[in-house]
């Protein structure tokens, strides 16, 4: 049963185009997060959300908005997508908002932008 | 603010040889310190972590490492490497007050065979 699960897994559409990504965990937690990872494997947070409150939003352009319609879910939807886009988007977990609390990372989205 | 740096990007070392995988953090505050494992197309998953007590930590996989305050280390070892622990390993860090924890860029352990 997995716990964090995206889709898609992979994600391949042209530049300017709008597209979403999807997460759900299973475990109970109060907390998700978004983060991406470049082509150089350089992990960054964009966004975390605590009880479907935004709690963390890094300096990320406004083309990206997450939604959060409950606890279990955190949705990534981006806008008028660019070529710098390109990157594994990964969904997290945790059971509280605090830096010493275990995340559990979903499997990520491979996005590709033409 | 916190940062961490991993001193090596890539680290090949033969099957059954020990592994050191060097982390170092910078911060004006006490942390939390963290190493997690990224295997091939899969997300990151944690090794182990230090929270407080005792400075050596063990994790999953025969993995352990040691808090160094003084030298604000937490290098992460492994006695005898196996093929399986190719991955990408992550250390981090998070102030004892904040709410998100930062990546250092990554070690690929690369194992030999």
């Known amino acids: 049963d997995t716990a964090v699960s995206q889709t898609p897994k992979y994600l391949v559409t042209q530049m300017g185009n709008d597209k979403s990504i999807k997460c759900e965990q299973n475990?109970?937690?109060?907390?998700m997060y978004w983060y991406k990872q470049d082509s150089k494997k350089f992990l960054k947070i964009m966004f975390s959300?605590?009880?479907?409150?935004?709690?963390i939003n890094e300096t990320v352009p406004n083309r990206f908005s997450p939604k959060s319609p409950d606890k279990a879910h955190l949705n990534l939807h981006i806008n008028s997508l660019e070529l710098g886009d390109s990157a594994v988007y990964f969904c997290?977990?945790?059971?509280?908002?605090?830096?010493?609390?275990?995340?559990?990372f979903g499997p990520g989205t491979r996005l590709t932008v033409l | 603010a916190q940062s961490v740096t991993q001193l090596d990007s890539q680290v090949p070392v033969f099957e059954e040889a020990p592994v050191e995988l060097r982390c170092n953090y910078s911060?004006?505050?006490?942390?939390?310190l963290f190493w997690y494992v990224q295997y091939p197309n899969q997300g990151l998953q944690l090794l182990l972590k230090?929270?407080?007590?005792?400075?050596l930590v063990k994790g999953i996989n025969g993995f352990e490492a040691e808090f160094n305050k003084s030298q604000t280390s937490f290098h992460l070892r492994k006695p005898s490497v196996h093929i399986s622990d190719t991955a990408e390993y992550f250390c981090?860090?998070?102030?004892?007050?904040?709410?998100?924890?930062?990546f250092g860029k990554g070690t690929r352990l690369h194992i030999l065979p």
């Open positions: 959300y605590n009880n479907k409150e935004l709690i």
């Open positions: 230090y929270l407080s007590g005792s400075t």
């Open positions: 911060s004006s505050v006490s942390v939390y």
């Open positions: 981090a860090v998070s102030g004892r007050r904040d709410d998100k924890i930062i």
């Open positions: 997290a977990s945790s059971q509280v908002p605090t830096g010493s609390d275990t995340q559990y």
């Open positions: 475990l109970g937690h109060d907390t």
